[in-house]
């Protein structure tokens, strides 16, 4: 993994535990994603069992909501034993919901709720999730509001790839590179020192940006640079001819554009820390110090 990873497992994320797919698709997730919310799903499988990915989550990401959908069997977990032992191991550090599929008896429900809610005090809810998915997105994104899902954060940072560069020209001279990172009102990149002579709050029109071969154009203005060890970085707001940020029609580009480079950089993560704590059996404090450099 590269040295972003600090920025990868930055910000407020929710987990949802083996999800029931055909009610909450995983389409939903970039919906919510251009609402603020940065949502994953965690599935059951051979690798890794479920309590050790719980562990390497929480150990990760240390503003963490987790929704365990309690209608998903899994052999030798029962439920309500697994989830008070992760609230016993980590007290504070995770916020917990739970997700059932609708029941038809309301005492089956009302029973559920003061199990899961007055008994184990799970802060997040406990929500019961309706037959027709086409109502789920709705009830999921109530839940993730109410919980503050989005975190301090206004807009999600995704960190860039090299398949992310841009092109302007100024003062007759054609100015090119890879971003460092981009979200849906600002963006950054390095370049060598004095290259580039720049005011602030300056702004250059007409920046061209390739994004995963998503093409779009807009106009920026500078609103920091500071000296690094690899040139000058450069932090960019976006803004319109009209003077507000990012038009309609870029802003229909880089939703999904940023929403992938997302869950390429947090899935890489996971799927790579997954597999060294299932192949080369290192605890969970060594991963933990591993990846927090």
């Known amino acids: 993994m590269s040295t972003s ?3 990868i497992v930055v910000g407020r994320k929710t987990f949802f535990i083996t999800p029931d797919t055909s009610l909450i698709p995983e389409d939903y997730l970039e919906e919510y994603f251009s609402l603020g919310y940065e949502c994953y799903f965690i599935n059951n499988d051979k690798l890794l069992s479920l309590d050790k990915k719980i562990d ?47 029941r038809q008896s309301k005492d089956e429900k ?44 206004k807009n999600i940072r995704a960190i860039c790839t090299k398949a992310c560069t841009f092109s302007f020209k100024k003062d007759e001279l054609t100015f090119t590179g890879h971003l460092q990172d981009v979200s849906m009102s600002h963006f950054s990149f390095i370049l060598p020192a004095n290259e580039l002579e720049l005011a602030d709050y300056e702004k250059i029109k ?13 106009s920026a203005v500078l609103i920091m640079k500071r000296n690094t060890d690899k040139g000058f970085l450069y932090v960019f ?32 993560l996971l799927e790579d820390v997954f597999y060294k704590h299932a192949k080369q059996n290192l605890s969970i404090e060594e991963i933990e110090n591993i990846y927090s450099h």
Not at 78 to 90: G, R, S, T
Request: charged share 25%; hydrophobic share 40%.
């Open 5 to 7: 990873i600090k920025d």
């Open 56 to 102: 390497i989550l929480i150990s990760l990401f240390k503003d963490i909501i987790l929704f365990f959908n309690i209608d998903y069997n899994v052999v030798g977990i029962d439920w309500p034993k697994f989830i008070k032992e992760i609230q016993k191991k980590y007290e504070n550090k995770v916020l917990i919901g739970i997700l059932y599929n609708k």
């Open 110 to 153: 009302a029973q559920l709720e003061h199990l899961y809610l007055m008994e184990m005090g799970c802060q997040c809810g406990c929500i019961q999730i309706e037959y027709k998915k086409a109502n789920n997105f709705e009830i999921i994104q109530k839940i993730l509001f109410a919980n503050q899902a989005q975190g301090r954060r």
């Open 206 to 218: 007409e920046i061209q940006f390739s994004l995963r071969g998503f093409l779009f154009t807009s």
């Open 237 to 268: 707001a976006f803004t319109s001819e009209a003077g507000g940020g990012l038009d309609d029609r870029s802003k229909q580009i880089l939703t999904p554009v940023i929403y992938q480079l997302m869950e390429f950089n947090c899935k890489n």
